[in-house]
């Protein structure tokens, strides 16, 4: 009920800043841009699917890809549909489990895909908004630069702060394990499966330089698509804005949306995005662009893991392993 809740008022977000204004403007949108819409739905979902699969196969679990296109879409599925997007984790592991992996190895490909993830925005964001400072500042000649500037250090220090405080942290957490007696009882399970896990890591790292680079590559490949959505639509729509400046305020208010605890944002998002580029675009063009968006970014990916939802019930009702 949740998760119909929370994609309902994501579908729902856009008509409150105009329902006449989006019936009119969808009415003025070609075929063509929700084709290539979708398309760049589905060459994310390949992309991430073959960071999967890399990495898969590098650990020793052989699937075809089609396979791992199928789990992919269907871990999609759940992250959009749950709160904080917490199932997708679960599902992800658990269809790697019933595919033959270990539960160590299942941990470590859904650990390193976010992992890489979060490499990805680690990166993008900053650059992704220095690089949006020319541009911005000749749209509106009283964008705050210093703001934006101590923003970014202070963002940079808290990163290193956590970095260097690592070890204390690991440390007080190994101290507090040690008190609770269920913990205790558990310890040397968890020691084994802990070193299970860092001996995956270790291979994943260790290998060739190429599968490192296809991972950075597949995984900047599958955000950019999802992420340049917006922009591709608001150029389509006429309002020019800075690749980088979508793509950072994206980031950053779809991540805000995801803590809300409601799947798929509830709508937060939406409206948060309308605001941000409020001075830029109007309401009512807005109101067109975001249910364009919603179409590359939901209601595809949703399509799409409902027919590999379907596939895997019709495999596993004809008695098929998961492997082929």
Not at 42 to 65: N, P, V
Not at 228 to 254: C, D, H, K, M
Not at 270 to 283: G, S
Not at 306 to 323: K, S, Y
């Amino acid at each position: 009920m949740l998760a119909i809740l929370g994609v309902a008022l994501a579908m729902g977000a856009p008509f409150i800043l105009g329902a006449h204004a989006v019936f009119a403007g969808l009415r003025n949108i070609p075929l063509q841009i929700f084709a290539v819409l979708a398309a760049s739905a589905a060459l994310s979902a390949a992309a991430k699917a073959g960071k999967l699969h890399l990495m898969q196969t590098a650990l020793g679990l052989r699937l075809r890809f089609m396979r791992t296109l199928t789990l992919t879409v269907v871990t999609d599925f759940a992250f959009l549909v749950s709160p904080l997007g917490a199932a997708g984790y679960g599902v992800n592991m658990g269809l790697l489990q019933r595919a033959g992996a270990s539960w160590a190895l299942a941990t470590t490909v859904v650990g390193a895909d976010q992992a890489l993830d979060l490499t990805f925005f680690a990166i993008a964001v900053p650059i992704s908004l220095l690089l949006a400072l020319g541009p911005l500042t000749q749209v509106t000649p009283n964008f705050p630069l210093p703001v934006v500037l101590s923003t970014l250090a202070g963002l940079a220090l808290a990163g290193l702060v956590l970095w260097f405080c690592r070890r204390p942290a690991a440390a007080a957490l190994d101290a507090a394990s040690r008190r609770i007696l269920w913990l205790r009882a558990r310890r040397a399970r968890w020691n084994r499966f802990r070193q299970s896990v860092g001996r995956q890591w270790v291979l994943l790292l260790t290998g060739p330089r190429w599968r490192l680079a296809a991972l950075l590559v597949l995984t900047t490949l599958q955000w950019l698509l999802r992420y340049s959505a917006l922009w591709f639509i608001l150029e389509e729509l006429g309002y020019r804005l800075p690749l980088g400046f979508v793509l950072a305020v994206q980031a950053v208010v779809l991540h805000a949306a995801l803590w809300t605890g409601v799947p798929a944002g509830g709508g937060g998002g939406d409206l948060a995005l309308a605001a941000a580029f409020a001075p830029w675009v109007p309401r009512a063009a807005m109101a067109t662009a975001l249910v364009l968006w919603r179409f590359a970014t939901l209601y595809c990916p949703l399509l799409l893991g409902a027919a590999g939802f379907i596939a895997l019930a019709w495999r596993r009702r004809a008695g098929l392993p998961m492997a082929q």
